[in-house]
T-cell receptor, first 113, second 116 residues
Framework: DAKTTQPNSMESNEEEPVHLPCNHSTISGTDYIHWYRQLPSQGPEYVIH???SNVNNRMASLAIAEDRKSSTLILHRATLRDAAVYYC??????????????FGKGTKLSVKP | NAGVTQTPKFQVLKTGQSMTLQCAQDMNHNSMYWYRQDPGMGLRLIYY???????DKGEVPNGYNVSRLNKREFSLRLESAAPSQTSVYFC???????????????FGPGTRLTVL
C-alpha cells in the first residue's frame, strides 16, 4: 500500500481556518484519499474522501493537487471540538483490498481558545 | 442505530489470564475488523473477517484468536494475556463492495486493556 506523510502536530486558533497537509507521492491511479480523525479517548471517525476533484462536506473540504501527490484537509473554522489526531489514508477501490485502513501516526491538531 | 458496540470498556488482567472482547454492529455490514492502538501510535490490524464464516490474519495476529459468530458479531480472544498486549482495542465494520474505496469504515468506542 502507498504511504502517506503528515506533520506530527499543528496548532490553530479557535474560529480560524486550518490546513492539514498530506504527502502521498507514490499514490496509484486507483487510490482514493481518505481522512479520518480520532477525538481523545474515542475511536476514529470518517471525515472526507476524494479521488481527483476537490470535495466538500459538512465537516471539511479536501483539496487534491493536480498530480495527486499531495492533498490538504481544510477545516474552515476550527472549534475546540476539532482538537484530534487527523489521519490521511489511501484506500484502494477494489481488487485485492481487504478493506482495512492502514494508519500512520497522523497529525495531532491542537486548537487554542 | 447503535452503530458498533464493544464490551467491556475497560479490563485489567493478570499475565496468563484469558478473556474475550466482544463486538457487534447493527448496520448489516459484511466486513469486520479488530485493531489495536498503542500509546502515540496509529491503529494496527490484528484480524479481519471479510464475510460471515471467514477470518484472516492482519499485521499483528500473534497471541489472538477471533470468531465471526454471525453477521453482527466478531469477537477477539486472548488465550494467555501478556503485558505486551496492553493496548486499546478497536472493532470496526464496513460494507465491502466493488467500489469499497468509497465506503466509510465505522469504529467502536474501544476497550482499554491492561495486562499486569
Amino acid at each position: 500500500d502507498a504511504k502517506t506523510t503528515q506533520p506530527n502536530s499543528m496548532e490553530s486558533n479557535e474560529e480560524e481556518p486550518v490546513h492539514l497537509p498530506c504527502n502521498h507521492s507514490t499514490i496509484s491511479g486507483t487510490d482514493y484519499i481518505h481522512w479520518y480523525r480520532q477525538l481523545p479517548s474515542q475511536g476514529p471517525e470518517y471525515v472526507i474522501h476524494g479521488l481527483t476533484s476537490n470535495v466538500n462536506n459538512r465537516m471539511a473540504s479536501l483539496a487534491i493537487a493536480e498530480d495527486r501527490k499531495s492533498s490538504t484537509l481544510i477545516l474552515h473554522r476550527a472549534t475546540l471540538r476539532d482538537a484530534a489526531v487527523y489521519y490521511c489514508i489511501l484506500r484502494l477501490t477494489y481488487g485485492g483490498s481487504q478493506g482495512n485502513l492502514i494508519f500512520g501516526k497522523g497529525t495531532k491538531l491542537s486548537v487554542k481558545p | 442505530n447503535a452503530g458498533v458496540t464493544q464490551t467491556p470498556k475497560f479490563q485489567v488482567l493478570k499475565t496468563g489470564q484469558s478473556m474475550t472482547l466482544q463486538c457487534a454492529q447493527d448496520m448489516n455490514h459484511n466486513s469486520m475488523y479488530w485493531y489495536r492502538q498503542d500509546p502515540g501510535m496509529g491503529l494496527r490490524l490484528i484480524y479481519y473477517s471479510a464475510s460471515e464464516g471467514t477470518t484472516d490474519k492482519g499485521e499483528v495476529p500473534n497471541g489472538y484468536n477471533v470468531s465471526r459468530l454471525n453477521k453482527r458479531e466478531f469477537s477477539l480472544r486472548l488465550e494467555s494475556a501478556a503485558p505486551s498486549q496492553t493496548s486499546v482495542y478497536f472493532c470496526a465494520s464496513i460494507i465491502m463492495t466493488g467500489t469499497s474505496g468509497l465506503n466509510e469504515q465505522f469504529f467502536g468506542p474501544g476497550t482499554r486493556l491492561t495486562v499486569l
